[in-house]
């Protein structure tokens, strides 16, 4: 606390469906009611609140999706590698590769400027 103990109160009254929304974020994110109630509506009113359960689930799914797509790269690498030793390997089939090379590069970066902007936000 900045200023000292907190002896003023304020009454708010709420639809249920709203009491209800208020509840869940309160379980979901292990924030008392008036904690909660308390930083939306204070200095931190620009912080957005996540569900880092939720988050965390979310972002092992992709690193896992990203460990697929790893794992089928080294393979298309391998089978160019074994193609071209057979001197089989076609000018199109190598640019295809490349198209898709650069195609996933480009979602990755995607990815990342999007994992630097949700780390942007939570340091709010």
Not at 58 to 67: A, M, N, T, Y
């Amino acid at each position: 606390m900045k200023d000292g103990k907190r002896t003023r109160k304020i009454d708010a009254r709420f639809t249920e469906a709203e009491y209800v929304q208020i509840t869940n974020l309160e379980k979901e994110l292990g924030i008392s009611k008036t904690e909660l109630l308390r930083m939306r509506l204070l200095n931190q009113a620009d912080k957005v609140i996540i569900n880092s359960k939720e988050m965390i689930r979310i972002l092992d799914g992709i690193g896992s999706e990203l460990g697929r797509a790893g794992n089928n790269i080294n393979q298309l690498a391998r089978h160019a590698n074994t193609l071209r030793l057979k001197n089989s390997l076609t000018p199109e089939v190598i640019s295809a590769s490349n198209n898709l090379l650069e195609e996933y590069i480009e979602i990755q970066r995607s990815l990342e400027k999007s994992f630097r902007m949700i780390i942007r936000l939570m340091g709010k």
